[in-house]
């Protein structure tokens, strides 16, 4: 049958020989990856079991409900060991028989599957069936071959047919779409569900069922489960735009209509594309193979424009939906080599690997210039799984290398002392506490797969189809019984049609007669990467009649400003909380000229502040590199406008901090005879920026942190700012100075207390983690990848006892203006409220520091303050999940 022949025929297409790596190379690579994923799993087993997931710098278990939400990413927990159920055939692979037995054993005496929790069925189905399918899978070649698992009676099948029926009552829509979530104990009909009131759905959501479903069905002899995944797949089918043949991104699951037509190959649809080709190669459905090259078809026409893969609207596909990617696309190179495209997929991959060497890892989402757009990385596999697909289909060493670059970046980045921690972004190194079970799900297999030789893997991979969480399927379902009343729905217009479908595979041998052709077709893209152009100098239209006194020019403490305020009717006021507001009143003003002038000063410091919301600045890493920290602690920081420029800079500034005295530093210091040679901590208030850079620097200082003193500010939760001189020349300043929130800043301040010393490095991202203090200073960095001996930072003892109040959200949103004695740059934070009648007062709100009172400082230092490790177990996770990211985005 022509299905069966589709894997081995493409993959086993060895047909480039570069000068290959050497044999014994390979053979470390490999057991570096059995390295890793014994240290991610011994953690999570160690630290985290039975909790879903692992909170690795924190070094305990994320339970949903103990912890701070995070929006929709939390509806993959369901509390049943999702991250153990999801590695049981990851356990395998990795020839880690005796684990897996041991794990298949906890499975069913520790999980339950009956909980009062709203879960994602889309995660759900992926992640827990598809895991509970796998390890079945699993068990019974085990059994088979006569020496594991003999007492194995199919408990795990079981278990996987539960977990399907409590999903089928999401399935109950007009439409045959899935609800989004369901609860596990109640369905999603009535008030104790807490779910079924959702009218949308993401196209991938309702559309990645069929494998793990049809699986189910066609294991158990059942056949609801396989009909309902269909039936989603043909409403999905029958609501393509005709014209274009493309799907949107979000669908009503009751109506069908289209809530989001933009269509790409990332976020929300990726899997849909996924299935198609896949449920062709493990059912030999013909439906699924034609339904996918038709829609593959205009992939390639519309949306891909190589090496980029860029939305278009459905209706108007000739019309860009945006100028971004996602990293989920990253999967896409693989899939067009079980499509046999392999050209295409060598651009594509190319493109996603010099932006994976730009930033180390590739960014949640990067633009079509390669520059960061949201700078999250949470561990994702589908660049290691391209890689994988792209080496067995050309056998080409390239490959190789772009996984050893992989390895690399994760043990030096993302390695900490407890697994591998998320990286909350990737340009300055700094960590999320979360490592996903899709980490060891799928990254593992494909890096283990990508180096090992075939005797190395314990059963032939070429008779399973990976689902899009990795987990292994036979492909001898496709001959399993299933009901015949199972219809096709293929109606006149669609009958198949044998000259519409690619139905071989391309021989390599003729598609790649030159070794160096791969070489070739990756040059160009690598060159375009290298590069790309800086991202142009926003637009600002001049108008005419310009005001007096511009927006991006205005200093609250400049008095000159605040009579030519007064003059075109704007008046300061002082809020409690350090803001000031900005009211105009139109008959205040001395002149109709002057009113006029003071309706276009509002305006432009809406536009400004609306302006500098969106782009985003360059942070700064803070990496404490003293013992028993060793640089695996990044704070992200924000820069400063004058001084030494940490990008520039190759090594960056190390030493020791020193709490400088006054702390405010807006006086000579004091204690100038410990901050000489050290690093300078202040506390932001009182004076400029600029006036305390100046005082660290006569004491003898190499750098200076600002540490917020608005308690409960955090990186989390307000974006960074850069911090602006005082209107006159800065170029006396040379040292750096960076700023840190209030939370950020309690951790180096609790560091300093409770060890002393404490050395930080300041730079523009964070440096290779576990690197010996000593040997660097002499120019010996240790490798990054044998540094597994580093105990947690003492945080095993944690509790997961939740703290009793929400961090409080910060006001600020990107840069803060106008305080009174700190001159920023022209990136306000600003509340805007527009009414351009003489009636009602036209307001604006921005920060500023007042000059009341000092603070007093010892209480400043001592008051509040939380140990180091329930600081970094306080940590909010980023607002923005990147399931909602689009969404916001629009």
């Not at 069905?217 to 309902?228: I, K, L, Q, Y």
């Amino acid at each position: 049958m022509l299905f069966v022949l589709l894997i081995p025929m493409l993959l086993g297409a060895l047909c480039i020989h570069g000068e290959a790596i050497t044999p014994e190379e390979k053979r470390k690579l490999k057991d570096q990856v059995v390295e890793m994923f014994d240290h991610a799993y011994q953690n999570y087993m160690d630290h985290a079991y039975p909790a879903d997931e692992l909170m690795p710098l924190t070094c305990r278990g994320r339970v949903r409900g103990l912890e701070p939400s995070r929006g929709d990413v939390d509806d993959a927990l369901g509390k049943f060991s999702l991250t153990l159920i999801d590695t049981l055939d990851t356990l395998v692979l990795l020839n880690k028989t005796t684990e897996f037995e041991a794990a298949v054993r906890r499975v069913l005496s520790d999980v339950r599957l009956d909980n009062d929790i709203v879960v994602s069925v889309f995660e759900t189905n992926i992640r827990v069936l598809g895991g509970l399918l796998g390890g079945h899978s699993m068990a019974v070649m085990l059994k088979e071959e006569g020496q594991l698992m003999q007492w194995y009676q199919d408990e795990l099948l079981h278990m996987a047919k539960d977990v399907g029926l409590r999903l089928l009552p999401a399935f109950n829509t007009s439409s045959g779409l899935p609800y989004p979530r369901v609860n596990l104990k109640y369905g999603v009909r009535g008030p104790e569900t807490r779910t079924g009131t959702e009218t949308d759905t993401c196209t991938a959501c309702a559309g990645t069922m069929i494998l793990e479903f049809a699986a189910l069905s066609r294991f158990t002899g059942d056949p609801v489960f396989e009909a309902h995944a269909r039936k989603a797949l043909d409403f999905l089918w029958e609501k393509r735009q005709r014209n274009s043949n493309l799907v949107g991104t979000t669908i009503n699951i009751h109506s069908g209509e289209w809530v989001r037509r933009d269509s790409g190959v990332g976020a929300g649809i990726d899997s849909y594309y996924e299935y198609l080709l896949k449920a062709y190669i493990l059912l030999g459905d013909d439906q699924f193979l034609q339904r996918f090259n038709i829609h593959y078809a205009s992939i390639m026409k519309y949306i891909s424009q190589p090496p980029l893969l860029l939305d278009v609207h459905i209706h108007k596909p000739l019309l860009p939906a945006r100028t971004w990617m996602d990293s989920l696309l990253a999967f896409f190179p693989g899939l067009q080599v079980l499509k046999g495209d392999i050209r295409p997929a060598i651009e594509t991959h190319e493109m996603l690997y010099q932006v994976t060497k730009k930033h180390n890892f590739l960014p949640e989402a990067f633009t079509t210039d390669f520059r960061v757009h949201w700078a999250q990385h949470p561990l994702r596999p589908e660049f290691a799984e391209s890689t994988y697909f792209l080496y067995k289909a050309t056998g080409d060493p390239y490959y190789l290398e772009a996984g050893r670059t992989i390895l690399d970046n994760l043990n030096r980045y993302a390695r900490v002392p407890c697994g591998f921690a998320a990286m909350k972004d990737v340009r300055t190194g700094s960590h999320e506490d979360r490592m996903d079970s899709f980490f060891l799900a799928e990254m593992f297999k494909y890096l283990f797969l990508l180096f090992a030789d075939v005797e190395d893997v314990p059963f032939d991979v070429e008779d399973y189809i990976f689902t899009t969480e990795a987990h292994f399927l036979p492909l001898s379902l496709s001959t399993a019984p299933h009901s015949s009343s199972i219809t096709l729905n293929i109606t006149s217009e669609e009958e198949l049609d044998d000259s519409n479908f690619d139905w071989t595979c391309p021989n390599t041998r003729l598609m790649f007669p030159d070794p160096a052709f791969p070489r070739n077709i990756r040059e160009p893209i690598r060159s375009v990467v290298d590069k790309s152009c800086p991202r142009p100098a926003p637009y600002r239209e001049p108008g005419i009649g310009r005001p007096p006194l511009r927006a991006q020019d205005f200093m609250a403490n400049n008095p000159e400003h605040l009579e030519l305020l007064r003059r075109m009717g704007v008046s300061l006021i002082h809020l409690k909380d350090g803001r000031v507001q900005l009211v105009q009143h139109a008959t205040q003003a001395v002149s109709a000229v002057a009113a006029e002038d003071g309706v276009r000063f509002m305006q432009e410091m809406m536009e400004l502040s609306s302006q500098q919301q969106k782009e985003q600045l360059p942070p700064r890493a803070i990496q404490i590199v003293s013992h028993p920290f060793f640089g695996r602690v990044v704070l992200t920081a924000g820069p400063a406008q004058f001084g030494t420029d940490l990008s520039k800079s190759v090594t960056g500034v190390r030493g020791f901090v020193t709490v400088a005295e006054p702390y405010s530093g807006c006086s000579e210091i004091t204690n100038a005879e410990y901050i000489q040679g050290h690093i300078a901590l202040l506390q932001r208030g009182q004076c400029m920026f600029a006036e305390k850079a100046r005082h660290i620097q006569k004491a003898g200082a190499i750098g200076g942190i600002v540490i917020d003193d608005n308690e409960g500010s955090s990186s989390d939760t307000a974006p960074l700012f850069q911090m602006a001189g005082d209107g006159r020349s800065t170029d006396d300043i040379t040292l750096p100075l960076l700023f840190l929130f209030h939370k950020e800043g309690n951790i180096l301040l609790e560091a300093l207390k409770e060890y002393r010393e404490v050395e930080v490095l300041l730079s523009d991202k964070a440096r290779d983690r576990g690197v010996d203090t000593q040997e660097t200073q002499e120019g010996c960095v240790t490798d990054a990848t044998t540094t597994t001996s580093f105990e947690p930072l003492g945080l095993s003892d944690l509790t997961t006892t939740e703290r009793a109040e929400p961090a409080p959200q910060a006001v600020t949103s990107h840069e803060e203006v106008n305080r009174a004695n700190e001159a920023t740059s022209p990136a306000q934070d600003v509340e805007l409220s527009e009414d351009l009648t003489p009636k009602e007062p036209h307001s604006v709100q921005v920060k500023e520091e007042t000059d009341s009172e000092p603070k007093d400082e010892a209480k400043d230092r001592t008051e509040n303050r939380r140990s180091v490790e329930s600081l970094l177990a306080d940590w909010q996770e980023d607002l923005e999940a990147f399931q909602q990211m689009e969404r916001d985005e629009l």
